[in-house]
């Protein structure tokens, strides 16, 4: 008789890795589906330190210090007219974790997976599931290649931007406000500073998006940009060209870029902004990029997945522990991710506004602003009155800037010195 697992999930990335690991640690039977085989290529390799606690926690952490990653101060970001911004995430509000790493996929996906496995997890790669069926004491998940039905008492769909279940139960809904198309590729010899200045990822704010450029050991780089759609498709250029001209048009990353070699294919996505409207059901929950996407500037995609893949392994083991419960430790999981993600939110849509720009490039020190707003950027939510309040403040000198164009110097976002 096939065994019926406490928990199944769909999908082996950070978000099942983690949650994995969590119901692992607490002695429930999970088996983790993934469809491809690792190592495997994913985009989306700045970290922030808020994960370090989780990565902590299930055990992992002592493995990516030694694992060769780069280890990421903070950030440095910039105006394409030339003004510029660094924030260290140990200047941050009474941080806990000082820094962070800058990671390729396909290494540190991989690390975390076999973490799970270790842990207890039944990983089988190569194993797509095709469909879910709910009972009232449990799923069964139809897999693909003639496999057997597999049944588990619980499903947690980690399935990334495919959303099994959030397709099927047309809770997906993309926001208008934030249609991009990214277009990126990876280099090597991209210039870059010596010592901490080199760890940290750079964001260039363009007219009307932006350039990341990650730096990577062994001197290679993550390099894209994100731009509107109607750009994209106004210009009628291929993906390659669009990503040689916005790069070329920026004078300083075009001299950042002057030696730079690129080895990868030239990567596009296009309308990748997305929210899902219920993230939990009586006998299944959705993590990572399979409860939603938000526009990745400020790192927040990995940490997402790490942090709703810890927070659903917990709601379940409770569920697991203690069925009557299990509304409320759902309700509560919802809540939690769904507060993240309206978090990052209101900060991404920000950041496609002049006056944030232009007040964050021009930071003042006052009430602790600087440190709650680097805080904030390092994963810190406002949790704490300390730091909502601090963050209203920002929001309200933002609203001003907008309204006055006074408290600080406006910015033009265009290069300082337009190529020839």
């Known amino acids: 008789m096939e065994k019926i697992f406490d928990v199944a999930i769909i999908g082996g990335g950070p978000a099942g890795s983690v949650a994995g690991s969590v119901l692992a640690q607490a002695g429930r ?4 589906l993934e469809k491809e085989r690792f190592p495997r290529f994913r985009v989306g390799e700045s970290m922030i330190p808020a994960s370090s606690e989780t990565l902590q926690r299930i055990g992992v952490k002592a493995k990516l210090d030694a694992g060769g990653f780069l280890v990421k101060y903070g950030g440095e970001i910039c105006s394409a007219c030339g003004t510029r911004s660094r924030f260290l995430f140990r200047d941050g509000l009474r941080p806990k974790w000082k820094t962070s790493y800058q990671v390729e996929r396909a290494k540190f996906d991989e690390v975390l997976l076999d973490h799970a496995q270790e842990l207890g997890c039944d990983v089988r790669e190569g194993q797509t599931v095709e469909a879910v069926k709910t009972r009232p004491d449990g799923v069964t998940l139809s897999l693909a290649g003639g496999s057997a039905p597999l049944p588990a008492r619980y499903v947690l769909d980690c399935s990334g931007r495919h959303s099994l279940l959030a397709n099927h139960f047309h809770l997906r809904t993309p926001y208008a406000d934030l249609r991009k198309f990214s277009v990126y590729a990876y280099y090597e010899k991209v210039d870059r500073p010596e010592g901490e200045a080199g760890t940290l990822t750079r964001m260039i704010r363009t007219e009307d998006g932006w350039i990341w450029m990650i730096p990577l050991i062994d001197g290679k780089c993550s390099v894209g940009v994100v731009m509107n759609v109607e750009r994209f498709r106004a210009a009628k250029r291929s993906p390659e060209e669009a990503l040689t001209h916005a790069l070329q048009v920026q004078p300083e990353v075009s001299a950042w870029m002057a030696a730079a070699r690129r080895y990868s294919p030239v990567y596009a996505t296009g309308d990748f902004s997305y929210r899902v409207t219920r993230l939990t059901g009586e006998r299944w929950l959705l993590c990572g990029d399979a409860a939603g996407f938000i526009d990745p500037v400020f790192s927040s995609g990995i940490y997402l997945a790490i942090y709703s893949g810890e927070k659903a ?27 993240r993600f309206t978090a990052y939110l209101k900060l991404v849509r920000a950041w496609y506004t002049q006056p944030f720009i232009e007040i964050f490039l021009h930071p003042k020190e006052m009430l602790n602003l600087v440190p709650t707003v680097n805080s904030v950027l390092g994963g810190n939510a406002s949790r704490s009155w300390s730091v909502r309040w601090r963050m209203k403040f920002f929001f309200l000198l933002v609203y001003l800037q907008g309204k006055t164009r006074r408290l600080v110097p406006g910015l033009t976002l265009k290069p300082a010195i337009l190529p020839a």
């Open 313 to 339: 392994g917990d709601a379940v083991n409770a569920a697991l522990m203690r069925p009557a419960n299990r509304a409320q430790a759902f309700a509560r999981y919802e809540k939690q991710v769904q507060n």
């Open 29 to 32: 039977s999970v088996v983790i």
